[in-house]
């Protein structure tokens, strides 16, 4: 048996949340078009008969402008401190020649002197010519910072088998962590409440998803009928409470009827949801707010 954990980092948009659904065969981490979507750390789970192995999606590595972005970077030297292996993904389409990730500082500070075995993921192959991806695999093995390097396209599966027989050649014995049918460490709250800030990225511009937190008030589950969910959404400044409700609440309706459907799905059952808008001024930049949404690292216990 082997079992262990395996962290998966790079730069915002990288395709690390893509890439853990995919290897799970599930969806856990919300995916969007918009960088920093992911902002704590995702747990999920691959059982089979004689491996286990607990993927561990980060935020990604930036340079942080307020807390916030200081404790999403928290979650990602835990995650490189905790695992047994490292899988590093660059964005081909975004860095083509990798020099916009090996120029980085902070990048580079989890390369270096890490005793785990590192995975090189050159992902979004589907979108970049075969014969530039060869000469930067040929590049960047002469770095010899990486064990292996795999070209994948995550969105399209192309090659995860083979980071899957990576991962196995590395992983040490153990006995599994977790019960075979777990797929996450994570309760339903907390699911549900990243489907709702997912919609939120995807429905409104500009800075107003990054200024929204998500929680969820109450959580009833009913044996008649659907079950209640109570979701405030957090923003940081009055005047994007009327952005989120939207004229005569047209635009919060829309999310709740996106975001209902997408929790269903997720839940396999009927749910009411109710939204609702609240203002905390600068939470983003708050510690004792922020602790108190989860975003609690290591050094705030």
Known sequence: MKSGYVAIIGKPNAGKSTLMNA????????????????????????????????????????????LLQ??????V????????????????S???DGKRTFNDERVLEYLKNKKQKKILLLNKIDLVQEQN??????????EKMFDKIIPVSAALNINLDSVI?????YLPEHPKYFPDDDLSDENERFFVSEIIREKIFELYKEEVPYSTEVIIEEFKERGKGKDYIRAA???????QKPIIIGNNGAAI????????EEVEKFLGRAVFLELFVKVKEKWRSDNNMLKSFGYTISDDK
């Open 94 to 96: 975004y860095d083509p």
């Open 233 to 239: 959404v957090i923003v940081e400044r009055a005047s």
């Open 23 to 66: 290897l799970i065969g599930e969806k856990l981490s919300i995916i969007t078009n918009k960088p920093q979507t992911t902002r704590k750390r995702i747990l999920g789970i691959l059982t089979e008969a004689d491996y286990q192995i607990i993927f561990l999606d980060t935020p990604g590595i930036l340079s942080p402008d307020y």
């Open 77 to 92: 030297y835990e995650s490189v401190r905790d695992a047994d292996i490292m899988l590093f993904l660059i964005d081909l």
């Open 133 to 142: 991806v060869a000469k930067l695999v040929n590049e960047i093995s002469l």
């Open 70 to 75: 200081e404790k999403m970077l928290g979650f």
């Open 165 to 169: 027989t990576s991962l196995l050649e």
């Open 253 to 260: 309706k829309k999310l709740g009827k996106q975001a209902r």
